[in-house]
């Protein structure tokens, strides 16, 4: 990660709202609840080059039972380059580090995205289908 910096803490609610926007999500985010979102993760990562913010993740859930992998993204312009690696290996670092005996650790994969995820252990299970629902107001 030649030029980049991961530092352990969560965006700020401009760098959040940049990265979403960089990656398409602006459309699927409630930039309004976003700054309550991040005041309610359990651990997060954010990469840098230079003072400009790159790539994010966090960890969100009860941070006893249940823990979900959220908002990895990396700016389009420097996908590719073994940032997102890099914010997968902190955050599971951290879920390694905290997370009880027979914790359940999720996260929801894009499309084009689960032979990324399955490297860091996560696969489907015939028996559980993931679900979710969208609130619309």
């Not at 459309?27 to 651990?43: G, P, R, T």
């Not at 960890?59 to 823990?67: L, R, T, Y």
């Not at 955050?91 to 084009?112: R, T």
Request: proline residues 3%; negative net charge.
């Amino acid at each position: 990660m030649n030029g980049y910096q991961l530092v352990e803490r969560v965006p700020t609610l401009a760098e959040y709202q940049a990265l979403c926007t960089a990656v398409g999500w602006q459309d699927v985010i409630n930039f309004e609840a976003a700054q309550a979102a991040l005041d309610h993760s359990l651990y997060g990562v954010i990469v840098q080059q230079g003072d400009q913010t790159i790539g994010m993740g966090r960890i969100v859930g009860d941070g006893a039972i249940f823990f979900y992998i959220q908002d990895i993204a990396v700016d389009p312009a420097h996908q590719k380059r073994g940032v997102g690696t890099r914010i997968m290996q902190a955050l599971m670092a951290h879920v390694d580090a905290h997370a009880p005996d027979q914790s359940f650790v999720g996260l929801f994969a894009a499309e084009g995205t689960p032979a990324f995820y399955r490297q860091y252990g996560f696969e489907m299970y015939s028996e559980l289908q993931g679900m979710f629902k969208v609130v619309r107001r």
